[in-house]
């Protein structure tokens, strides 16, 4: 079943921060940060919404009410939710496919533990039967999905390849996923191989991965927007070496792309132009399922436990954030154009997976990769032992090097029950612009000035 949409909230005009009142909105305070890092020319050339960067911010409560922010912009005299438009984001998608392989496992144990406890009457050799009939997602998945799995040419598995992912050795041991397959998934995640996310793709099946977006309200039937996955990144030279390296199974020989319409994705020399696109999502909904990774809700705790592992892992690799400093001796361009590290962050980021990839022709652009991000992160100086530091420094050195826990700002935290851990997601930065410097000051005064008001 999909989820239904709820009607869009009125969007909230950008306000000078000066105008800005007492009590007033994150949406406020976003849209003013938002307006002024533009204004300074920090985000790129602006001409016109393909140029605009969505960012939807929702800051963590010590309860349920969780506060989000999205922002907008006026083109025109017409107001444009940017946070709700559908954008390209390349290797940031990839984390649809985690959430359906964690939701398929889920799925599985759900199955075996009726089996344990004799609600489903079958033997453990027919558990892999039985959960392809549970899982089978050919009647409810989108009918354009389910017909291009049907042309043998396109090569699109109709349902999950349930043996290359899942392993169950009996109905007391939880099921888990096969070695092989958890390969995948981390290269896939960690450190964005291409291959392995073919490879997760193929098995897990466009039709089952969609579906389950829709379940959960990440992708909108009707709207036709939010978190998109119907291309797989198989590579053109195909996987071979890969497999020769990793000594991982690859399957998969590349899938044919399904797409739809985008903001920054366009064809400009087609009349109209051609914006279908195939890896893709709105910044509101790609934050929503960071924040219930943070929340440890997606799937169920163990899961989210997990994926949030998988993400800490990549900040901490080859595949960190773009907020974090430039590498400009690094001979991959992905870790150039990064942060210049004249702007500190307020934060810490304690996940990530980020996109950039290339958009088609555009003479106003020009041939340009954009860059996205999904983050988890942490506001700094609010965690009382963030000032320990090695008691053998000397004392100057050692003043220099702490994190002052600051306790007023703690309790202004605590005073709008916000725990300073947010989920974040941004898009379609070009990667030309010399540096991500002004999405950190976005962030680092909507926030803070939501805050402190």
């Known amino acids: 079943m999909c989820s239904t949409t709820t009607p869009r909230a009125a969007p909230q005009r950008a ?5 800005i009142k007492k009590n007033a909105t994150l949406a406020s305070f976003l849209n003013a940060a938002y307006q002024k890092v533009r204004a300074n020319g920090d985000l790129g050339p602006d001409i016109g919404l393909k140029t605009h960067i969505p960012i939807s911010i929702y800051l963590r409560s010590t309860g349920t009410d969780h506060i989000y922010a999205g922002n907008s912009v006026d083109i025109g005299g017409t107001l444009h939710r940017l946070d709700l438009e559908e ?3 390349a290797s940031l998608i990839k984390v649809a496919a985690m959430f359906a ?4 496992r889920r799925e599985a144990d759900v199955l075996r533990t009726d089996m344990r406890d004799g609600i489903v009457d ?3 050799s027919k558990f892999f039967d039985k959960l392809a009939e549970r899982v089978n997602p050919a009647d409810d998945a989108l009918p354009e999905i389910t017909k291009a799995a049907k042309i043998k040419i396109n090569n699109i598995p109709m349902a999950p390849s349930l043996r290359d992912i899942l392993s169950i050795t009996s109905l007391t041991d939880p099921v888990t996923f096969t070695d092989d397959f958890q390969g995948h998934l981390r290269r896939m995640i960690i450190i964005s191989r291409d291959c392995d996310t073919a490879e997760c793709i193929f098995r897990l099946s466009y039709p089952y991965i969609n579906l389950k977006l829709m379940n959960e309200g990440y992708f909108h039937r009707d709207a036709r927007k939010g978190i998109w996955l119907c291309g797989d990144y198989f590579p053109p030279g195909g996987c071979a070496n890969e497999a020769k390296q990793s000594k991982l199974q690859y399957k998969a020989t590349g899938q044919a792309f399904l797409r739809i319409d985008t903001v920054n994705d366009c064809d400009q020399t087609q009349t109209p132009p051609f914006c279908g696109s195939a890896q893709n ?3 509101k909904d790609m934050a929503r ?11 169920d705790q163990p899961s989210a436990h997990e994926m949030l592992l998988l993400l800490n892992a990549a900040e901490n690799g080859d595949d960190s954030s773009f907020l974090d400093e430039d590498d400009k001796n690094s001979p991959n361009p ?3 154009h990064r942060a210049s590290g004249s702007v500190e962050k307020e934060f810490s980021i304690v996940g990530v997976k980020i996109g950039q990839g290339g958009i088609k022709t555009d003479p106003d652009r020009g041939a340009i990769e954009v860059r996205s991000e999904g983050l988890i992160i942490k506001w700094n100086h609010i965690t009382e032992d963030e000032k320990s ?37 941004w898009q379609n930065l070009s990667a030309s612009t010399p540096n991500t410097d002004g999405i950190i000051e976005i962030i680092n005064e909507s926030i803070f000035n939501f805050v402190t008001q």
């Open 281 to 283: 999502t709105t910044s």
């Open 289 to 299: 399922l960071f924040l219930n990774i943070l929340l440890q809700e997606l799937v």
């Open 15 to 19: 306000t000078p921060l000066g105008k």
């Open 389 to 425: 530091v090695d008691k053998d420094l000397p004392k100057a050195l050692a003043k220099a090097l702490a994190k002052d826990f600051d306790k007023d700002l703690r309790k202004q935290f605590d005073d709008k029950k916000l725990t300073g851990e947010a989920a974040i997601c």
């Open 101 to 104: 392989a964690y939701t398929l």
């Open 122 to 124: 079958v033997p453990l």
């Open 87 to 89: 954008f390209y984001s």
């Open 334 to 336: 992905i870790n150039t």
